[in-house]
């Protein structure tokens, strides 16, 4: 694979970047936004949102030195007009003539190495009002956010191939959660709270939409940092962190877990039995990572609309929750490997975009409070995920 065909994959990978394009059309009033990766010798068209029939399509190229993306590759500063033919620059450059446009702006995207990957363009054939600082500075932000996830998906990838070498695993601990847990993390914190100040800047309800969008991106690469970092953890060495202490309100935290899937996940249903007779001594929140992670799980492999029963109890001796989804039983083969690391299988489907860490880390969980996690699965019986651990309190409910 070529190296320009790599980074319009990368840039496609990111999926903020449709919705990105058009809420740039919308704060700028241009018709016409992109993502370009621009090199010493190439531009290349990696996403556009066109609705001026400008006719960049991804992996379509230009000629690099028609293009104010290199002088930008150059100098690595925005370019800002609104009046093309009245700038004392811009009114005898060629490329506007070129291609026919009277506003451009476009914006350097970054990557934290310092490296020039492209820029986050927009133009129209008509002039526009760019004078607002808001304009400038959500771009760059969508810069940035772009600009991070490439770098979060390069960290994640190499990651997972060096994890794989055992005699890697000593260096890789501490590097590898510090990155996770600060150099990601924090970027990240910082485009959720950038999409908070530019929601009070918009009033189109299809803009706020996708703001949201923005926000449930950030979400999910959250997520999955959390993911790794657990991973990292518990394979690395120094195991699952836990919080111990007696749960009086596990059941609460287990009933908004099954809400939060039920509404992420809508079409299925959740048959919920819960007979909490004792009270559990647990980590509470881990119990209801373990909880989700299984039912995502049942969802996600389960046949579709069809119920998933759950059922948790909790005696003297011990504490039960099981996870139960109808389909196809899993061949034998795969069940061996259910619970390693970025085990997904011939289960996984192409849509599923995870890294296949979830039900390690249930695993891993149970595996912290000294319990277990078995399955079942048969022809006509379904698929059940069961949980148990000995239950150490010595309080009733």
């Given at each position: 694979?070529?190296?320009?065909?790599?980074?319009?994959?990368?840039?496609?990978?990111?999926?903020?970047?449709?919705?990105?394009?058009?809420?740039?059309?919308?704060?700028?009033?241009?018709r016409?936004?992109?993502?370009?990766?621009?090199?010493?010798t190439?531009?290349?068209?990696?996403?556009?949102?066109?609705?001026?029939?400008?006719?960049?399509?991804p992996?379509?190229?230009l000629?690099?030195?028609?293009?104010?993306?290199?002088?930008?590759?150059?100098?690595?500063?925005?370019v800002?007009?609104?009046?093309?033919?009245?700038?004392?620059?811009?009114s005898?450059?060629?490329?506007?003539?070129?291609?026919?446009?009277?506003?451009?702006?476009?914006i350097?995207?970054?990557?934290?190495?310092?490296?020039?990957?492209?820029?986050?363009?927009?133009?129209d054939p008509?002039?526009?009002?760019?004078?607002?600082?808001?304009?400038?500075?959500?771009?760059?932000?969508?810069?940035?956010?772009?600009?991070?996830?490439l770098?979060?998906?390069?960290?994640?990838?190499?990651?997972?191939?060096?994890?794989?070498?055992?005699?890697e695993?000593a260096?890789?601990?501490?590097?590898?959660?510090?990155?996770?847990?600060?150099?990601?993390r924090?970027?990240?914190?910082?485009?959720?709270?950038?999409?908070?100040?530019?929601?009070?800047?918009?009033?189109?309800?299809?803009?706020?939409?996708?703001?949201?969008?923005?926000?449930?991106?950030?979400?999910?690469?959250?997520?999955?940092?959390?993911?790794?970092?657990?991973?990292?953890?518990?394979?690395?060495?120094?195991?699952?962190d836990?919080?111990?202490d007696?749960?009086?309100?596990?059941?609460?935290?287990?009933?908004?877990?099954?809400?939060?899937?039920?509404?992420?996940?809508?079409?299925?249903?959740?048959?919920?039995?819960?007979?909490?007779?004792?009270?559990?001594?647990?980590?509470?929140?881990?119990?209801?990572?373990l909880?989700?992670?299984?039912?995502?799980?049942?969802?996600?492999?389960?046949?579709?609309?069809t119920?998933?029963?759950?059922?948790i109890?909790?005696?003297?001796?011990?504490?039960?929750?099981?996870?139960?989804?109808?389909?196809?039983?899993?061949?034998?083969e795969?069940?061996?490997?259910?619970?390693?690391?970025f085990?997904?299988?011939?289960?996984?489907?192409?849509?599923?975009?995870?890294?296949?860490?979830?039900?390690?880390?249930?695993?891993?969980?149970?595996?912290?409070?000294?319990?277990?996690?078995?399955?079942?699965?048969?022809?006509?019986?379904?698929?059940?995920?069961?949980?148990?651990?000995p239950?150490?309190?010595?309080?009733?409910?």
């Amino acid at each position: 694979m070529s190296s320009a065909a790599s980074d319009v994959q990368s840039i496609s990978r990111i999926t903020a970047v449709p919705m990105i394009l058009q809420v740039v059309t919308r704060i700028t009033g241009m018709r016409f936004a992109a993502v370009a990766r621009v090199t010493d010798t190439t531009w290349t068209c990696c996403a556009a949102y066109d609705l001026i029939d400008f006719g960049l399509k991804p992996g379509d190229e230009l000629k690099l030195e028609t293009t104010i993306c290199n002088e930008i590759r150059q100098h690595r500063q925005p370019v800002v007009f609104g009046h093309a033919s009245d700038h004392p620059t811009f009114s005898s450059h060629p490329t506007p003539k070129m291609y026919g446009f009277e506003s451009y702006i476009s914006i350097p995207i970054m990557r934290s190495n310092g490296e020039f990957f492209g820029t986050l363009c927009a133009l129209d054939p008509e002039a526009a009002d760019l004078d607002a600082p808001q304009i400038v500075e959500s771009m760059e932000l969508f810069a940035q956010l772009i600009a991070l996830n490439l770098d979060t998906e390069e960290r994640l990838l190499s990651s997972r191939t060096a994890l794989i070498a055992a005699h890697e695993r000593a260096r890789l601990r501490e590097h590898f959660i510090a990155v996770l847990g600060h150099d990601l993390r924090n970027p990240l914190a910082s485009i959720s709270i950038a999409a908070e100040v530019l929601e009070s800047d918009l009033n189109d309800p299809r803009d706020l939409r996708k703001i949201d969008l923005i926000r449930g991106s950030c979400k999910r690469m959250l997520a999955l940092i959390s993911d790794v970092l657990d991973f990292a953890r518990g394979a690395l060495g120094g195991g699952i962190d836990l919080s111990m202490d007696e749960a009086d309100d596990l059941a609460d935290e287990l009933r908004q877990v099954a809400h939060e899937v039920d509404m992420a996940h809508p079409g299925h249903t959740v048959n919920m039995s819960m007979e909490l007779t004792e009270l559990v001594v647990c980590d509470r929140r881990r119990i209801g990572q373990l909880f989700s992670n299984l039912l995502i799980n049942a969802i996600t492999h389960g046949e579709p609309n069809t119920p998933i029963d759950v059922s948790i109890r909790s005696d003297k001796n011990r504490f039960e929750l099981s996870v139960a989804n109808s389909g196809p039983p899993i061949p034998k083969e795969i069940v061996k490997k259910l619970f390693e690391p970025f085990s997904r299988g011939e289960r996984e489907s192409s849509s599923n975009k995870s890294l296949g860490l979830g039900l390690y880390i249930a695993a891993e969980i149970a595996k912290a409070h000294d319990g277990k996690i078995t399955v079942s699965s048969s022809e006509g019986e379904g698929t059940r995920f069961i949980f148990t651990m000995p239950n150490k309190s010595s309080k009733k409910r």
